[in-house]
């Protein structure tokens, strides 16, 4: 079970819209409409952002969205935001051992 | 209104066994439906998840540290307890323990996590 892959960092302008990218296999990402992300800013624990691909918690901003398409699931930001800088996770169902985390991506708010 | 909160030791010895305990309110462990897991985030690294216990008592592992964990609950206590055997300075880590609804496979709530450090 190995981590899904992430770009280490991105970056944007206020106002812009970012796309944050999490591949994985078709024993996880591929297989399942299970993937969430995760907001960490620092110090603070992970908040959910989006879960099951496209799905976002009552409170979250409607300017976070996700998708999925075969093996690589996609959180994007748009109207870019200072507060949105902070470290974000994906994490996909696989099977037996439920989880696999990604290995996070920092989002810096230029 | 669901509520984690970790707790346990802040440093343990090379060889020692972890024992975390996470008391929640909000929510109850016999709920069909329900899970607590286990998450762990070394400084300035990613999250990694450890376990995951489920209201039906059914228990699942990370497969590279299967043999070392070991996940219970107590519904009565509204509490759910991680052990790790072998700790190591590499085990070093902010626990978190989340709650989980098993049909959709996420994490909404989460504990403020708890800092352990392996250190002799």
């Known amino acids: 079970q190995s981590a899904l892959t992430q770009a280490a960092s991105v970056s944007g302008s206020p106002g812009q819209s970012i796309t944050i990218s999490c591949t994985g296999t078709?024993?996880?990402?591929?297989?399942?409409?299970?993937v969430s992300w995760y907001q960490q800013h620092p110090g603070k624990a992970p908040k959910l952002m989006i879960y099951?691909?496209?799905k976002r918690p009552s409170g979250v901003s409607n300017r976070f969205s996700g998708s999925k398409s075969g093996n690589t699931a996609s959180l994007t930001i748009s109207g870019l935001q200072a507060e949105d800088e902070a470290d974000y996770y994906c994490?996909?169902?696989?099977?037996?051992?439920?989880?696999?985390f990604g290995g996070g991506t920092k989002l810096t708010v230029l | 209104q669901i509520t984690l909160k970790e707790s346990g030791p802040t440093l343990v010895k090379p060889t020692q066994t972890l024992t975390l305990t996470c008391t929640f309110s909000?929510?109850?462990?016999?709920?069909?439906?329900?899970?607590v897991g286990w998450i762990r985030q070394p400084p300035g690294k990613a999250l990694e998840w450890l376990a995951l216990?489920?209201?039906?008592?059914?228990?699942r592992y990370s497969p590279s540290l299967k043999t070392r964990l070991t996940i219970t609950k107590d519904t009565s206590k509204n509490q759910v307890v991680l052990t790790v055997t072998n700790m190591d300075p590499v085990d070093t880590a902010t626990y978190y323990c989340?709650?989980?609804?098993?049909?959709?496979?996420?994490?909404?709530?989460w504990g403020q996590g708890t800092l352990v450090t392996v250190s002799s």
């Open positions: 989340a709650h989980s609804e098993v049909s959709g496979w996420y994490l909404d709530f």
């Open positions: 909000g929510f109850s462990l016999s709920t069909s439906g329900v899970g």
């Open positions: 216990i489920y209201w039906d008592d059914d228990k």
């Open positions: 078709s024993s996880d990402v591929g297989s399942y409409n299970l």
């Open positions: 099951e691909v496209s």
């Open positions: 994490c996909s169902y696989a099977g037996s051992s439920p989880w696999v």
